[in-house]
């Protein structure tokens, strides 16, 4: 009898057919190969561009669904605008250097990058790059999203619990009759309750001052 077969590891999938792709230049000058590439998978090179500081502008403009970094090594400059384009309007960034210092490839990672490669670019290698890049990129902005909404709960929160207290102090409430009046407030006016305890606070430091 034969020995059980350990089932076959699942092909790596294909990045989605039909990217739009900014190309950045950074001084590796191969971007007609990878405009190339590119076309043969089913992607649209929408722009090539060798200034970083025209990162941003042109994906506002462009609006690709990856940045694609060519370079030997990222410079300063490419870097720091990828970060501001990761804070304005973040996309999936791929970089492809033949620069494998460590302390290149941390700054990278803090400026928004979603995949780093190195030894440059190789034609086999874009498909699975893409994809793993596209599939960390919305992972992290999942996880960005997230962190994002629970600040805004405890900010809220904050603000609530802010006005309470001038409402239990002011008029003689308790905690839940505070907490009702807000309540009450918010709703007829049809404004978030965060909103209308920013209302009380702000009255209230207003008649202080």
Known sequence: MKPPQ???ASPEPPAPAGLRVLVIDDGAHRA????????RQ?????????QATLIHDCVLRLQPDVVIVDAESPTRDTLE?????????PRPVVVFAEDEDR???RRAIQAGVSAYVVAGLQAQRLAPVLHVAIARFEQDLALRTELSHAQAQLASRKLVDKAKGILMREQGLDEDQA???LRKLAMDRGEPISQVAQRVIDAHDLLRG
């Open 32 to 39: 007609d190969l990878l405009r190339d590439e590119l076309a």
């Open 6 to 8: 350990a089932p076959a």
């Open 103 to 105: 302390g290149t490839m």
């Open 179 to 181: 907490y009702q009046r």
């Open 81 to 89: 605008n990828l970060a501001t384009l990761s804070a304005k309007t």
């Open 42 to 50: 089913g992607h649209e090179v929408v722009g090539v561009i060798e």
